[in-house]
C-alpha cells in the first residue's frame, strides 16, 4: 500500500529535501509544492526522476484561461504523474488547461491534471462567513468536483469526509486525492477536516497526503509501515 501514500516534502531547500528522501526510501510518491518549487526550481524534480519516484506538482495554478493553459502546458513538459489546477478558476480555464496537458506530455509521461475542490484548511464556517459561499461545505466540494469532471480533467483534491459522496458521482475511475489524513496517534495541526489513513482508503481516496505523522515522527521510516500497515488492515476488514 506504500504506492497509495503521497507525502509532502514541505521543506524550504533543495537540500532538505534530498535529505528527506534519502531517509524515506521506501516512499516511492512525493509531492512538491510551492515553497519547495520556488526555493528549487525543477531541479528538485530531476532529483526526484533520478530515484525513479513519482511526483504530484502541487502547484494549485489559479490564474486566467491562457495563463494556467501555459502554465500547466509546462509542467506537463517535466514528465510529472499529478499537477493541480483550483476549480474555482472556471471552466475554461480548466479546459484550456486539460488540451495543454495533453498537447505537452513529456515522452513516456501520462500526467494527471485535478482540481482543487475546497482547501482542507477551511472550515465550513470560512467557506460561509469568510469566502461569502452561500452552499454547505460538502455541496460546494462535490459542484467543483463536477465541474472537473465535466471539463475533461482526471480528478480532484479533497477533504476525506467528502470522499464518499465524490467517489458516487464522479466514478471508480475518477482520481480522488485526500490530503487532511491523520492517524488516530498523531496531532491534528491545521486541518480541519480530517479522518483516518485506514477510514479514507474505505471512503473511497484513491491518494493519500501524509506529511507532519511520518516527516516529524522520531521515527519517520516507522511512522510511515505503520500507516501502511493501518492501509492494509482497512483493506481486508
Not at 90 to 105: D, R, V
Not at 145 to 172: D, F, I, Y
Amino acid at each position: 500500500m506504500n504506492d497509495r501514500i503521497i507525502v509532502p516534502l514541505d521543506v524550504p531547500s533543495e537540500e532538505s529535501a534530498i535529505a528527506l528522501i534519502d531517509r524515506l526510501p521506501q516512499v516511492t510518491f512525493w509531492k512538491v509544492g510551492l515553497e519547495l518549487f520556488v526555493s528549487s526550481g525543477s531541479n528538485i524534480l530531476k532529483v526526484l526522476q533520478e530515484r525513479e519516484k513519482r511526483i504530484f506538482l502541487d502547484l494549485k495554478f489559479h490564474d486566467i484561461p491562457n495563463t494556467v493553459a501555459g502554465a500547466c502546458a509546462a509542467a506537463a513538459r517535466y514528465g510529472v504523474d499529478l499537477i493541480t489546477v483550483h476549480a474555482t478558476a472556471g471552466k475554461a480555464a480548466l479546459q484550456a488547461a486539460q488540451s495543454a496537458i495533453e498537447a505537452n506530455k513529456a515522452p513516456g509521461s501520462d500526467p494527471k491534471l485535478i482540481a482543487i475542490t475546497v482547501l482542507t484548511s477551511l472550515s465550513a464556517r470560512s467557506l460561509a462567513f469568510e469566502l461569502k459561499i452561500p452552499l454547505e461545505l460538502p455541496e460546494y466540494a462535490l459542484e467543483m468536483a463536477m465541474l472537473a469532471k465535466e471539463s475533461g480533467l482526471g480528478g480532484a483534491v479533497c477533504s476525506p469526509h467528502e470522499v464518499t459522496q465524490l467517489r458516487e458521482v464522479c466514478g471508480k475511475d475518477f482520481v480522488l486525492v485526500c490530503p487532511g489524513v491523520r492517524p488516530a496517534w498523531a496531532a491534528v495541526g491545521d486541518q480541519q477536516r480530517v479522518m483516518t489513513p485506514g477510514q479514507a482508503m474505505k471512503a473511497g481516496a484513491t491518494y493519500l497526503v501524509i506529511g507532519r505523522p511520518i516527516t516529524a515522527a522520531d521515527d519517520p521510516g516507522a511512522a510511515f509501515e505503520r500507516i501502511c500497515e493501518e492501509i492494509e488492515a482497512a483493506s481486508v476488514s
